[in-house]
């Protein structure tokens, strides 16, 4: 499999970049933009609130040659990765024809942090043509440690209540600055986050690390923070955990293995794991134990729980709409048909309700299906679709990885 290097049980993952994790769509940070009237700059201090008057300006050293440029304005952008005694992560940025005209916007950002703008190559740009642009920083002690962020410019005529909001509260907190107006303004949303995808024929799943610190850097334990999820699936903040110091201690546990992590690699573009074959593992069902009991929904909205079904054998089976294949329906449509004493559960996992309904109507599924949910994923240790469990009577669990067709045939092979 292409990125994917085995050299003595350690498992290279290269990794992706660019990632967009569930937090970049509803990011709702603004750069805002403020009239440059002076080579002495207010801090970045609470910035968009009133100054803080304790601190000391900065003195920008060198402009940039701005020829092409008929007004400037200018900004604040936060990357710890260019810290410095002097300034410590926020680099200010230039605005060259900030109001919004049929010129090019150009963004002059002081890379090196150090208030000299002819150091730091050409500027950025966005032509009025162009809603959005993406920009990269690179760490000044790291070399190839890069980190992405997008701007959007905000479209006129469109949400003018909360952007007549948003100008109002600049206006008022800004202090000394002058704030132009949020129509000149852009919207932020950061790539902080790598992932990597693991698939074997055995197993499948995407790991992920997010930079949590703004400074392109990923390996940086107790600071940057771990996902484990299913194959390509996107990166959820609130299933993010720490990672202790010593890298080699890190490990995570998924469709009945444990792995551990070998190494990160500090710019982001490879993962190392390790499969712990010796591992004794926790995120597991215990086999000949009940079973959890849970709460679902059936496609006609009719709510069951697990234990109506307790007298009855049970074959619970979770999947989605990728995995389901013929093989599967084939089977789970004989048991529902030869075997009525034995309950069939499958639920979807992962879908929208709408397209179950359609698969569940148009494909003329004869088997019951239902949602699954989060909580009932967590009880079970689902981590990936499709997944069958045997339950037998009272709901102990007899399998917790068996197949429709593996199922029928324990069924047959018992007559």
């Known amino acids: 499999m292409i990125g994917i290097f085995v050299s003595a049980q350690t498992i290279r993952l290269d990794a992706d970049k660019r990632v967009i994790d569930d937090a970049f769509e509803k990011s709702q940070s603004i750069l805002p933009v403020y009239k440059y009237t002076s080579d002495s700059i207010q801090p970045y201090s609470k910035f968009g609130l009133k100054i803080d008057e304790s601190k000391p300006w900065y003195v920008v050293k060198k402009m940039p040659v701005m020829q092409n440029c008929r007004d400037t304005g200018y900004t604040y952008i936060y990357f710890a990765g260019s810290d410095n005694a002097e300034s410590q992560g926020y680099l200010l940025t230039m605005i060259g024809n900030y109001a ?78 002058i704030f ?12 902080n986050s790598i992932l990597a995808h693991y698939k074997s024929e055995t197993d499948s799943f995407s790991i992920g690390i997010k930079d949590m610190n703004v400074n392109g850097i990923y390996n940086e334990s107790c600071t940057d923070k771990l996902f484990v999820g299913q194959y390509k699936e996107q990166i959820k903040s609130d299933q993010l955990f720490d990672m202790t110091p010593t890298i080699s201690k890190n490990a995570f546990e998924w469709n009945g293995r444990k792995y551990r992590l070998v190494s990160i690699e500090s710019t982001g573009n490879y993962i190392e794991i390790q499969e712990d074959q010796n591992a004794i593992l926790t995120n597991k069902l215990e086999i000949g134990k009940k079973a959890p009991n849970f709460t679902y929904f059936n496609v006609l909205n009719k709510k069951h729980q697990l234990k109506e079904y307790k007298k009855q054998e049970i074959y619970l089976y979770f999947w989605d709409k990728e995995s389901l294949v013929d093989e599967d329906t084939t089977y789970l449509n004989k048991i529902n048909k030869e075997y009525p004493k034995v309950k069939i559960i499958t639920l979807n996992h992962g879908d929208e309700p709408k397209q179950v309904r359609i698969t569940f109507y148009y494909d003329k599924i004869q088997f019951p299906m239902g949602y699954s949910n989060t909580d009932i994923a967590t009880k079970y240790f689902l981590e990936d679709v499709s997944r069958g469990y045997y339950l037998g009577k009272r709901c102990k669990l007899m399998d917790d990885e068996i197949t429709p067709k593996e199922m029928y045939e324990v069924l047959t092979t018992r007559e």
Request: hydrophobic share 25%.
């Open 100 to 177: 919004r005209s049929r010129r090019t916007v150009y963004f002059y950002i002081d890379r090196n942090n150090d208030f000299d703008f002819t150091n730091d190559g050409e500027p950025d740009s966005v032509t009025v043509m162009q809603h959005s642009f993406e920009i990269d920083l690179e760490n000044s002690n790291v070399k190839g440690a890069t980190y992405g962020i997008k701007l959007t410019r905000f479209k006129y005529g469109v949400n003018v209540r909360y952007k007549n909001l948003l100008t109002q509260h600049y206006q008022t907190h800004s202090g000394k600055k």
């Open 180 to 191: 132009t107006d949020i129509n000149y303004c852009f919207r932020e949303q950061r790539y």
